[in-house]
Protein backbone atom coordinates (compact mmCIF):
# COMPACT_ATOMS: atom_id res chain seq x y z
CA UNK A 1 0.00 0.00 0.00
CA UNK A 2 2.00 3.09 -1.21
CA UNK A 3 -0.59 5.43 1.23
CA UNK A 4 -2.63 7.08 -2.02
CA UNK A 5 -5.94 5.84 -2.34
CA UNK A 6 -7.80 5.79 -5.51
CA UNK A 7 -11.25 4.44 -5.98
CA UNK A 8 -12.96 2.87 -7.77
CA UNK A 9 -10.56 0.44 -9.44
CA UNK A 10 -12.46 -0.48 -12.35
CA UNK A 11 -14.70 2.03 -13.99
CA UNK A 12 -16.88 1.27 -17.12
CA UNK A 13 -19.02 3.86 -18.44
CA UNK A 14 -20.96 4.61 -22.35
CA UNK A 15 -19.61 7.25 -24.57
CA UNK A 16 -21.11 10.28 -23.50
CA UNK A 17 -21.79 9.75 -19.95
CA UNK A 18 -19.41 11.29 -17.01
CA UNK A 19 -17.65 9.73 -14.31
CA UNK A 20 -15.74 10.82 -10.96
CA UNK A 21 -12.69 9.84 -9.94
CA UNK A 22 -11.36 9.89 -6.18
CA UNK A 23 -7.87 10.12 -4.71
CA UNK A 24 -6.84 10.52 -1.11
CA UNK A 25 -3.41 11.43 -0.75
CA UNK A 26 -0.71 10.46 1.45
CA UNK A 27 -1.23 11.51 5.30
CA UNK A 28 0.37 15.30 5.05
CA UNK A 29 1.05 15.43 1.62
CA UNK A 30 -0.84 18.76 0.55
CA UNK A 31 -0.18 18.51 -3.28
CA UNK A 32 -2.33 15.50 -5.45
CA UNK A 33 -1.24 15.42 -9.12
CA UNK A 34 -3.29 13.68 -11.87
CA UNK A 35 -1.94 11.55 -14.95
CA UNK A 36 -3.58 9.73 -17.48
CA UNK A 37 -1.83 6.51 -18.92
CA UNK A 38 -3.27 5.28 -22.64
CA UNK A 39 -2.03 1.84 -24.23
CA UNK A 40 0.49 3.42 -26.65
CA UNK A 41 1.54 6.52 -24.56
CA UNK A 42 3.11 7.30 -21.40
CA UNK A 43 1.76 8.98 -18.50
CA UNK A 44 0.78 12.12 -19.48
CA UNK A 45 0.04 15.24 -16.62
CA UNK A 46 -3.27 16.71 -16.42
CA UNK A 47 -2.99 18.62 -13.72
CA UNK A 48 -1.92 19.79 -10.21
CA UNK A 49 -3.86 20.97 -6.50
CA UNK A 50 -1.72 22.27 -3.83
CA UNK A 51 -3.69 22.93 -1.11
CA UNK A 52 -6.93 23.35 -2.34
CA UNK A 53 -5.96 26.09 -5.29
CA UNK A 54 -5.20 24.79 -9.12
CA UNK A 55 -1.36 24.92 -9.51
CA UNK A 56 -0.39 23.96 -12.60
CA UNK A 57 -2.42 22.41 -15.70
CA UNK A 58 -0.95 20.11 -18.37
CA UNK A 59 -2.98 18.38 -21.33
CA UNK A 60 -6.50 18.03 -19.53
CA UNK A 61 -9.25 18.16 -22.04
CA UNK A 62 -11.81 20.86 -20.73
CA UNK A 63 -14.40 18.20 -20.52
CA UNK A 64 -12.78 17.40 -17.84
CA UNK A 65 -12.01 19.36 -14.57
CA UNK A 66 -10.51 18.81 -11.01
CA UNK A 67 -10.96 20.34 -7.82
CA UNK A 68 -9.31 19.49 -3.71
CA UNK A 69 -11.41 19.45 -1.02
CA UNK A 70 -10.45 21.16 2.14
CA UNK A 71 -9.51 17.26 3.73
CA UNK A 72 -6.98 17.07 1.07
CA UNK A 73 -8.46 14.43 -1.30
CA UNK A 74 -9.52 15.35 -4.74
CA UNK A 75 -11.63 14.46 -7.39
CA UNK A 76 -11.27 13.73 -11.30
CA UNK A 77 -14.48 14.98 -13.44
CA UNK A 78 -14.82 13.46 -16.62
CA UNK A 79 -17.37 14.53 -18.79
CA UNK A 80 -19.12 13.70 -22.08
CA UNK A 81 -16.85 10.38 -22.19
CA UNK A 82 -15.58 9.22 -26.23
CA UNK A 83 -14.24 5.70 -26.50
CA UNK A 84 -10.46 7.45 -26.38
CA UNK A 85 -10.74 8.46 -22.86
CA UNK A 86 -10.11 4.71 -22.01
CA UNK A 87 -7.12 4.82 -19.92
CA UNK A 88 -5.75 4.23 -16.60
CA UNK A 89 -6.23 7.20 -14.39
CA UNK A 90 -3.52 7.59 -11.76
CA UNK A 91 -2.76 10.22 -8.50
CA UNK A 92 -0.19 10.85 -7.02
CA UNK A 93 1.32 12.67 -4.01
CA UNK A 94 4.30 14.25 -3.10
CA UNK A 95 6.81 11.86 -0.80
CA UNK A 96 8.69 12.89 2.17
CA UNK A 97 12.20 15.15 0.54
CA UNK A 98 14.19 13.35 -1.70
CA UNK A 99 11.62 10.14 -2.51
CA UNK A 100 9.84 10.19 -5.69
CA UNK A 101 6.58 11.20 -6.21
CA UNK A 102 3.91 8.09 -4.45
CA UNK A 103 0.96 7.04 -6.77
CA UNK A 104 -1.93 5.54 -6.06
CA UNK A 105 -2.70 2.03 -7.95
CA UNK A 106 -5.24 3.94 -10.25
CA UNK A 107 -8.58 3.68 -12.16
CA UNK A 108 -9.07 1.44 -14.91
CA UNK A 109 -11.69 3.58 -17.12
CA UNK A 110 -13.46 1.83 -20.01
CA UNK A 111 -15.77 3.52 -22.18
CA UNK A 112 -18.30 1.68 -24.23
CA UNK B 1 10.42 21.77 -25.31
CA UNK B 2 10.94 19.27 -22.26
CA UNK B 3 10.87 16.20 -23.73
CA UNK B 4 12.08 12.35 -22.15
CA UNK B 5 13.07 9.38 -24.59
CA UNK B 6 13.38 6.11 -23.76
CA UNK B 7 15.51 3.05 -24.93
CA UNK B 8 15.36 0.18 -25.94
CA UNK B 9 11.42 0.24 -26.06
CA UNK B 10 11.78 -3.90 -25.41
CA UNK B 11 14.15 -5.34 -23.85
CA UNK B 12 14.57 -8.92 -23.42
CA UNK B 13 17.35 -10.83 -21.20
CA UNK B 14 18.18 -14.15 -19.86
CA UNK B 15 18.19 -14.41 -15.80
CA UNK B 16 21.93 -13.06 -14.92
CA UNK B 17 22.37 -11.51 -17.94
CA UNK B 18 23.22 -7.70 -17.24
CA UNK B 19 22.30 -5.00 -19.47
CA UNK B 20 21.11 -1.20 -19.25
CA UNK B 21 18.54 0.80 -19.90
CA UNK B 22 18.52 4.47 -21.11
CA UNK B 23 16.55 7.81 -20.68
CA UNK B 24 18.09 10.87 -22.53
CA UNK B 25 16.02 14.17 -21.79
CA UNK B 26 16.15 18.06 -22.82
CA UNK B 27 14.75 20.07 -19.93
CA UNK B 28 15.37 23.65 -19.12
CA UNK B 29 16.12 23.60 -15.39
CA UNK B 30 16.53 20.11 -14.37
CA UNK B 31 15.45 20.01 -11.20
CA UNK B 32 15.53 15.86 -10.55
CA UNK B 33 15.19 12.83 -12.38
CA UNK B 34 13.03 10.18 -11.37
CA UNK B 35 13.16 6.21 -12.11
CA UNK B 36 10.11 4.33 -11.46
CA UNK B 37 9.27 0.56 -12.15
CA UNK B 38 5.59 -0.37 -13.47
CA UNK B 39 3.59 -3.52 -13.27
CA UNK B 40 0.68 -4.39 -15.47
CA UNK B 41 -2.59 -2.60 -14.06
CA UNK B 42 -0.44 -1.63 -11.55
CA UNK B 43 0.67 2.26 -10.53
CA UNK B 44 4.43 3.02 -11.12
CA UNK B 45 6.71 2.56 -8.16
CA UNK B 46 9.37 4.62 -6.73
CA UNK B 47 12.94 3.26 -7.17
CA UNK B 48 15.45 6.78 -7.56
CA UNK B 49 15.86 10.10 -7.42
CA UNK B 50 18.86 11.83 -9.06
CA UNK B 51 20.00 15.64 -8.85
CA UNK B 52 22.96 16.62 -10.40
CA UNK B 53 25.31 15.23 -13.06
CA UNK B 54 27.86 12.69 -11.83
CA UNK B 55 25.33 10.99 -9.17
CA UNK B 56 24.80 7.35 -8.44
CA UNK B 57 22.39 5.63 -6.10
CA UNK B 58 22.23 2.01 -5.60
CA UNK B 59 19.17 -0.82 -5.00
CA UNK B 60 19.41 -4.25 -5.08
CA UNK B 61 20.33 -5.50 -8.66
CA UNK B 62 19.50 -2.06 -9.79
CA UNK B 63 22.15 1.21 -10.33
CA UNK B 64 21.32 4.29 -11.39
CA UNK B 65 23.59 6.85 -13.06
CA UNK B 66 22.96 10.72 -14.25
CA UNK B 67 24.73 12.84 -16.45
CA UNK B 68 24.06 16.44 -18.14
CA UNK B 69 22.01 14.79 -21.16
CA UNK B 70 20.85 11.35 -19.96
CA UNK B 71 20.51 8.39 -17.07
CA UNK B 72 21.22 5.05 -17.31
CA UNK B 73 19.35 1.88 -15.17
CA UNK B 74 22.18 -0.92 -14.61
CA UNK B 75 20.58 -3.96 -14.22
CA UNK B 76 22.69 -6.83 -12.54
CA UNK B 77 22.58 -10.13 -13.04
CA UNK B 78 18.43 -9.94 -13.19
CA UNK B 79 15.88 -12.35 -12.28
CA UNK B 80 12.27 -13.16 -13.66
CA UNK B 81 11.19 -10.73 -10.85
CA UNK B 82 12.83 -8.06 -12.24
CA UNK B 83 10.37 -8.64 -15.61
CA UNK B 84 8.38 -5.02 -15.61
CA UNK B 85 7.98 -1.78 -17.32
CA UNK B 86 10.84 0.90 -15.94
CA UNK B 87 10.02 4.30 -16.56
CA UNK B 88 12.39 7.50 -16.51
CA UNK B 89 10.46 10.99 -15.58
CA UNK B 90 12.09 14.44 -15.43
CA UNK B 91 11.20 17.46 -12.96
CA UNK B 92 11.66 20.49 -14.76
CA UNK B 93 10.47 23.89 -14.12
CA UNK B 94 6.27 23.69 -12.00
CA UNK B 95 5.92 20.47 -10.09
CA UNK B 96 4.85 17.90 -12.66
CA UNK B 97 6.57 14.79 -13.88
CA UNK B 98 7.49 14.56 -17.49
CA UNK B 99 7.46 10.69 -18.41
CA UNK B 100 9.12 8.75 -21.15
CA UNK B 101 7.40 5.84 -22.50
CA UNK B 102 8.78 3.10 -20.72
CA UNK B 103 11.68 0.01 -21.63
CA UNK B 104 9.30 -2.75 -21.00
CA UNK B 105 11.70 -5.62 -19.36
CA UNK B 106 11.38 -9.42 -19.88
CA UNK B 107 14.01 -11.57 -17.96
CA UNK B 108 13.76 -15.45 -18.66
CA UNK B 109 14.88 -18.62 -16.48
Known amino acids: DSGVTQTPKHLITATGQRVTLRCSPRSGDLSVYWYQQSLDQGLQFLIQYYNGEERAKGNILERFSAQQFPDLHSELNLSSLELGDSALYFC???????????FGSGTRLTVV | EDQVTQSPEALRLQEGESSSLNCSYTVSGLRGLFWYRQDPGKGPEFLFTLYSAGEEKEKERLKATLTKKESFLHITAPKPEDSATYLC??????????FGTGTRLQVFP
Open chain 2, 89 to 98: AVQADADKLI
Open chain 1, 92 to 102: ASRGPPNYGYT
